[in-house]
C-alpha cells in the first residue's frame, strides 16, 4: 500500500499519524451514521424475540451503505458491536452477525436502533477481530466468542471504575465523556487523509484505511474516543513519539501487511474479505469490484 504521511498529532502517550492513499475516493457510498439519521436504513432485530448474535438491516437508500467493524449500535432488546465491515447494498434487505455488548439487559426499549459516536475500544476489536478470523477458517462464519466480549465488558467496567446496571459498554464511554474531552480535542482531522496509524508509546496499535475521504472524516473522532477508554487512566511516561520514528513504522508495517498470507472470503455483504492473521496481528481487508473499501489492522494484545 502507497501512502504519504500528512499530519502528526500527539498528546501524552497517544500518538496519531494520518496519511492519504494512492487509490481514494474511488466508490460511491455513505455511512451507517449518515443513512440512518437521514432515515435511509433501518436497522432491528431479526424478529420479535430476536437472536443476540443477528441483526436485520433494510437499506432503502440508492447508494451502498457502509458500517465499520466496531460499530455499537444501540437500542432494541440490547446494545451490539458490528462484528466486520460491510458494504450493504442499495436497496437491499440482509441480516448481519454482531455481538452483544450490553450484557444485562434483553428488553426492547425502541424498534430501531440508533448510532453511536464512538467505536469499540482496539482490544476488544482486536479481540473480535480473531475469533471472526478463527470462525471463518471453520466455516462458522462472522460470528465471535460472545462470552470473551461480555468478559472484556466487564474488564473496562471495572477498569474505569463504572457501575453499569446492564453491563453495558456505552454506559462506560457515557460516563467517561468528559475525562477525555480536552484530551481527545488535541487530536483534529486532515481534511486530505483516508487513513490513520494510532500508537500507544512506541507501540503501534492499530491501522484504518477508508475508500472515501469523507467516510473517514466521519470515523477518526470515533476511532479516537474507542483508543481514548483505553488511555484515560495510563500515567505520562515523559516520552513522546517522534513524527519521523511514527512514519517509519507505519510505512514498514504497512509494507510488511502487503506481504502477509491472506484467505479470501465472501463478504459480510457486498464484496470479497481477505483476512490475515499473525502472532502479533490480526486483520483485514474489504474490496468491492476489487478496489479498497476499509483495511484495518490491529495488533494483538495491544
Known amino acids: 500500500m502507497i501512502v504519504k504521511p500528512l499530519a502528526f498529532h500527539v498528546n501524552n502517550r497517544l500518538a496519531a499519524l494520518q496519511f492519504t492513499t494512492v487509490a481514494r475516493d474511488t466508490l460511491e457510498y455513505i455511512s451507517g451514521d ?31 451503505v457502509f458500517f465499520m467493524d466496531g460499530d455499537i449500535l444501540i437500542g432494541a432488546k440490547q446494545n451490539r458491536v458490528i462484528n466486520t465491515s460491510m458494504l450493504i447494498g442499495a436497496g437491499s434487505k440482509t441480516t448481519i452477525a454482531v455481538t452483544c455488548v450490553e ?5 426492547m426499549v425502541s424498534k430501531r436502533f440508533s448510532p453511536s459516536d464512538y467505536v469499540a475500544p482496539s482490544k476488544l476489536r482486536s479481540g473480535k477481530s480473531q ?11 462472522y460470528l465471535s466468542d460472545q462470552g470473551d466480549i461480555w468478559d472484556r465488558v466487564a474488564s473496562y467496567q471495572h477498569l474505569h471504575e463504572v457501575r453499569s446496571p446492564t453491563s453495558s459498554l456505552s454506559d462506560i ?24 496509524a494510532f500508537f500507544i508509546d512506541n507501540d503501534l496499535v492499530c491501522v484504518d484505511v477508508f475508500n472515501r475521504r ?29 513524527r519521523a ?26 464484496g470479497t474479505e481477505q483476512r490475515f492473521q499473525t502472532e502479533t496481528v490480526t486483520g483485514f481487508g474489504l474490496y468491492v469490484d476489487e478496489q479498497l473499501v476499509h483495511f484495518s489492522a490491529l495488533r494483538l494484545g495491544a
Open 34 to 64: 449518515r443513512a440512518m439519521k437521514a432515515g435511509l436504513l433501518e436497522v432491528r432485530e431479526v424478529s420479535e424475540s430476536g437472536s443476540v448474535n443477528q441483526l436485520f438491516v433494510i437499506n432503502t437508500a440508492a447508494q451502498p
Open 103 to 107: 450484557g444485562g439487559r434483553w428488553q
Open 131 to 141: 475469533q471472526v478470523h478463527d470462525n471463518l477458517q471453520n466455516k462458522r462464519g
Open 173 to 196: 464511554f457515557e460516563a467517561r465523556r468528559a475525562d477525555h474531552g480536552d484530551f481527545l480535542a488535541s487530536f483534529t482531522n486532515e481534511p486530505d487523509a483516508n487513513g490513520c
Open 214 to 242: 469523507d467516510i473517514y472524516a466521519e470515523y477518526f473522532p470515533k476511532l479516537l474516543r474507542g483508543i481514548g477508554l483505553e488511555m484515560v487512566f495510563l500515567a505520562p511516561t515523559g516520552k513522546e513519539l517522534g
Open 245 to 270: 520514528e511514527a512514519e517509519y513504522k507505519t510505512l514498514d508495517f504497512l509494507d510488511t501487511m502487503d506481504t502477509v498470507e491472506r484467505s479470501t472470503f465472501p463478504g459480510a455483504a457486498l
